[in-house]
């Protein structure tokens, strides 16, 4: 678990990406499963906590600067504002990016309406957390 991680809503992208490093695929009986360490060891809310969790998806995905990458989809939860969420979450690196999580439009589709006009505002109560 990760709380007060910094986001980014972006309802010009399709999926929800997460910065994650040391991403490695791997066989857990019969079903596909990925392992992984959230964030940078520079980041201040790293742990070094090796994450393993079921492979929901492998797809391909465009991302900002219009190359295509194969990246592995998990499924794990949300929570905004103190309400919990389901969400589908590439993995991939986001170390050049200001945010290490990206809010996409297709968990934002009939759960928000994004107003453009305001900032911060998960922020400003500390109610961001990945489970």
């Not at 589709?109 to 911060?120: A, G, H, I, P």
């Given at each position: 678990?990760?709380?007060?991680?910094?986001?980014?809503?972006?309802?010009?992208?399709?999926?929800?990406?997460?910065?994650?490093?040391?991403?490695?695929?791997?066989?857990?009986?019969?079903?596909?499963?990925?392992?992984?360490?959230?964030?940078?060891?520079?980041?201040?809310l790293y742990?070094?906590?090796?994450?393993?969790?079921?492979?929901?998806?492998?797809?391909?995905?465009?991302?900002?600067?219009?190359?295509?990458?194969?990246?592995?989809?998990?499924?794990?939860?949300?929570?905004?504002?103190?309400?919990?969420?389901?969400?589908?979450?590439?993995?991939?690196?986001?170390?050049?990016?200001?945010?290490?999580?990206?809010?996409?439009?297709k968990f934002?589709?009939?759960?928000?309406?994004?107003?453009?006009?305001?900032?911060?505002?998960?922020n400003k109560?500390?109610?961001?957390?990945?489970?």
């Amino acid at each position: 678990e990760i709380e007060d991680i910094d986001a980014k809503i972006d309802s010009g992208a399709y999926s929800s990406s997460l910065h994650c490093h040391n991403i490695e695929e791997f066989k857990k009986g019969n079903e596909s499963w990925v392992r992984f360490n959230l964030l940078d060891p520079e980041h201040p809310l790293y742990n070094g906590r090796l994450f393993s969790l079921p492979i929901l998806d492998t797809r391909e995905v465009k991302s900002s600067n219009g190359q295509t990458e194969l990246r592995v989809f998990i499924k794990t939860k949300v929570s905004l504002f103190g309400v919990e969420h389901d969400i589908e979450l590439s993995l991939t690196n986001r170390s050049e990016m200001k945010y290490p999580l990206l809010i996409g439009r297709k968990f934002l589709k009939n759960k928000f309406l994004v107003d453009v006009s305001k900032k911060n505002l998960s922020n400003k109560k500390k109610n961001m957390r990945i489970m």
